[in-house]
């Protein structure tokens, strides 16, 4: 179930979409390394605004749907950020960094990178059994 549900939304992320009058082509998120070049735009890119609210969003679609298909107590999360929440701003900064430190996953699919980089940053503590 959690595989087809991953799937279901890294295939949205396959949409082309456009910022400004940039081409779909330039703005295609297709892999992990799509999505860590657009988290990734200078201050000073014209392009910058559309950018950023779309890695933001990324970034808080996946894990509010993460958080949601995990609640309760039979839930199995896959990451456990820290508590208080950090920033999305502070998110996509440390995802831009780990995506540059590990260059062999960024030609997989944008959730897969992006859970992989969640897993690997924050990982849940083992329940005492």
């Known amino acids: 179930m959690r595989k087809a549900v991953y799937a279901a939304l890294a295939a949205t992320a396959l949409l082309p979409l456009q910022f400004g009058a940039a081409t779909a082509a330039e703005v295609e998120v297709r892999t992990a390394g799509d999505l860590v070049n657009i988290c990734a735009i200078a201050d000073d890119d014209p392009m910058v605004e559309g950018a950023r609210g779309f890695c933001y969003g990324f970034l808080s679609g996946a894990a509010?749907?993460?958080?949601?298909?995990?609640?309760?107590?039979?839930g199995k999360p896959l990451f456990c950020p820290p508590e208080p929440r950090i920033?999305?701003?502070?998110?996509?900064?440390?995802?831009?960094?780990?995506?540059?430190?590990?260059?062999?996953?960024?030609?997989?699919?944008?959730?897969?990178g992006l859970m992989r980089f969640a897993t690997a940053t924050?990982?849940?503590?083992?329940a005492k059994r």
């Open 64 to 74: 509010n749907y993460h958080r949601s298909v995990n609640a309760g107590k039979k």
């Open 87 to 112: 920033s999305r701003a502070e998110a996509a900064k440390l995802f831009v960094a780990w995506g540059r430190a590990n260059p062999q996953h960024l030609g997989e699919a944008p959730v897969d």
């Open 122 to 126: 924050w990982p849940c503590k083992q």
